[in-house]
């Protein structure tokens, strides 16, 4: 089987350009060395919080940053593109298994959703169960309830800091559910257990005995894997009143359930996903990469395809790497890193909370997402880089980390399928053909 | 202001006072011990772990090798608890002087310590991952030691037989009535509030802050050179036995298995200040290179976590400056104050070594006695440390042991060092502190290979959930262990530790964004101003 597009990494960016292909006719494969980082995150689709003050409306924000940015990832793609990749996003949960499990929000402004530790974070858009915990404007006061029985989570702390953060008036609690098992139990299978109506009645009946008129309820957010708006709207429409939920420490349910809806679209689509192969290198000939080599358990195989995108990941997916001689490059193609500090200069900063010199490192591109070399052209044209592979962002600092993924991961499929259609206008497909 | 009688002050929290403070406590003295921050948070708490053998003096230093021949065999019987029985191995990596190892082995008989050469293929089977090019091997029973576990047994022993432990108390003032020292002020460093201890005796045991205090008493000329050494955890036992390089003490040449680590040391450089302790690029690197002529890949290998530690190394002024600290005698120094200053009540002791902790400590109450024209014996060669009383040393794996037959009862915590729940909320009640930090050290909650990643904020839920402190101050807590993690991650971050910081990041800043919650760090040390200063790189 040949491929016309190979999409290396499976999280937000991988996965929503894989989709994006596959819908337009292209044949997808999609290859990760293991489960992408939708995992980790809360499942929000922060496009920008902070810049570095609190931002309100991100569309606005997002012009401004491209303009004084021109190295950060939106200034690629542009702020339009990023309300395009939003909406297509509500698309496709809409179009999901789990709708009616929905996304909503937009660029006009920042939800403040509470974390785990109870700071509002602003994000532009969130599942539906996130949305009730909104902390702009005070809005009706907050039981926050915990589930003892999951450490990842602690509701007594995040309701003192929600009050002191907005002044919203909040309080914990802690249930202890019936629940099978060991003593320790993470979001995932609590996520399990609360499918079971027995055990919703269970905290329905607990929370019913303390909730005062006018509370909104804050859960972890563990509300159900397999039909997560059946089990939120069933604890809404019976404890009577609106109920939130907040990730919690990964693994993240709500991350699981975006997984889910971005595989299930692949599928779908007719494009495919292998998870457990290792990129290890190029096949490389002059500007154009034929294919790539590929580690698959102890044996080495070429995968060839029209085009590549690289959506591996920053550092904390593996996707760049740093050795101990600060050689930086990136894990699948060994292409360089730029903004890594040089020999003499410091990295990393003494305080934490300092914006860290390498925390910006990462793949430079150009305006059509291909990777740029020492010498800044293009190392190959048919490949695209997408997510937090590309270097210029602090997403974890700036709260942009999803709205970056989802931008460029749709944009590298728009490049790619606008390159082919161009390319194939006498003969379709004729280019992508493997040899 | 608090005001309090003692017989003994003893100033300083690493293992000499605290060995001090234990000492005191047996001979039925009534005894404060005082230390500026946490236990064994100076130079006790920054070394590699290692419980000397005495195989690294007996060429330049018999005297020393000597004391650690015995000292190693007294505490592995009273701080078992404390000791895992590693064992240890004298290796010749290519282009080491090969007849150094027959002066090594006279130097073994005349110190008697025990050692056997084994073959290289022996050496190696015992520890498949050392270089394959070493062309001797020489076993000696060194061992590795939990400081935190041993300092605060001897704490808590002490408290036992009624002495008083005041940490976060920095020495202000020492008092004196005319030629008599009679104790000290204090300045409780979390609230401010000032203590006056009145003692009958005050011994200084404050390491590589010694000159410091013995000034306040009016003391002056005493010179502690501060020897730096930086050390690197390494995310695994690389090795499970104690390797030493077989040369003349030098850089990097010891690697310790320690818990589910294993530590890398040290360097040797003169510092200008106990507290200005910057770890360099250059020093990470040398360390790293030096790490891989005993275990080839070591570089390859995850950095956890990497530290400087002072060594209190007692000089007199008139023998003049030397460049390399490790020139001065590693024995101990004991200052009588009568003799040299006029000055009664009042004893110093630093230099030494963590091996002979219990020697100094019994040399100093020694001296005590004597002033006092006593007679009480030391009985610390003889009487278990809390929790040693069994005498069975630490084993690696007792407590996945323990903890798999709570599995369906408790929570786990911390899952790199198998902290549960129970434990952790103990042991936060015992301390009543908002330093999750101090928990840290006495729990290892957090040195893992996530550094923390996951627990701390669990860590910092269950202290606000059991001690009712509010949000802000918990969130406090979260943000102090995350500035005093990074402290020792920042300059050995490459590789997986480099991945697994971001995650960190991802958790910390992403998902919880703990740098926009109100924190209130009232009542947690402030940083050592020193550590947050941007360090060149080369």
Redesign the interface.
Known sequence: MSYDVIVVGTGVAGLAAAVRLAEDGARVLVLAKGIGATH???ATV?VLGYDPE?VEAPGDALGRLVAAQPGHPYARVGAEAVGEALAWLRAQVAASPFAPYAYEGGLERNHLLP???????PTAMAPRTMLAGDLRAGGAPICIAGIRRL????P??C???I???TGTEARGVELDLPLTG???ENAQGLARQLEDPVVRGALVQQLANTLRVGERVGLPAVLGLGDPHAVWSDLEHRLGRPVFEI?T??P?VPGMRLYTILRAALRRAGGRQVIGPEVVGPVAAGARLEGLRVRVGKREEVRRAGHVVLATG?????GL??????RARDAALGLPLAGVPE???????????EDQP?ARAGIAVDDELRPLGADGEPSYENVRVAGASIAGAA???E?S?EGISLATGLRAAGLILHATRTAAAPAAGATMEAP | MTTLQADVLVIGGGATGAGVAWDCALRGYDTVLVDRRDLAEGTSGRFHGLLHSGGRYVVKDPDAAVECVEENAIVRRVAADAVEDTGGLFVSTPGDDLAYGDRFLEGCRASHLPVEEIGVAEALRREPLLNPGITRAFVVPDASVDVWKLVWALADGAAAHGARVLTYHRVVGIRRDGDEVCGARLRNELSGEEVDVEAAFTINASGAWAAEVAEMAGCEGIHVAPGKGIMIAMNHRLVNTVVNRLVMPADGDILVPIRTVSVIGTTDIRSRHADELPVTQEEVDQMLDDGDRLVPGLRSARALRVWAGVRPLFEDKKTGETDSTRDVSRSHAMLDHLERDGLRRFLTITGGKLTTYRLMAKDIVDAMVRQRGEARPCRTAETPLPGSEEGRPYRLGVRLRAREDELRSEQIICECELVGRRRLEDAMRRRGTANLDDIRRNLRLGMGPCQGGFCMYRAAGILHGIGRMDGPRATGSLRHFLQERWKGMWPVLYGDQLRQARLDDWIFQGLLDVEHVPADTNGLPAPVDAELEATPLL
């Open positions: 980790l995150t809360g922060d609190r974390t785990a530790v109870g700071a509002p974070k450490k990842d989570f602690h007594l702390l309701a003192e800091n009050a002191a953060a060991r003593a320790d990730p420490l990964p993240s920053g550092f904390a997916s593996g790497q740093l050795d101990s001689r600060w020999p003499g200069e410091l990295r990393f900063t003494p305080r934490y909370f390498m997403p974890w600092k709260k980390g």
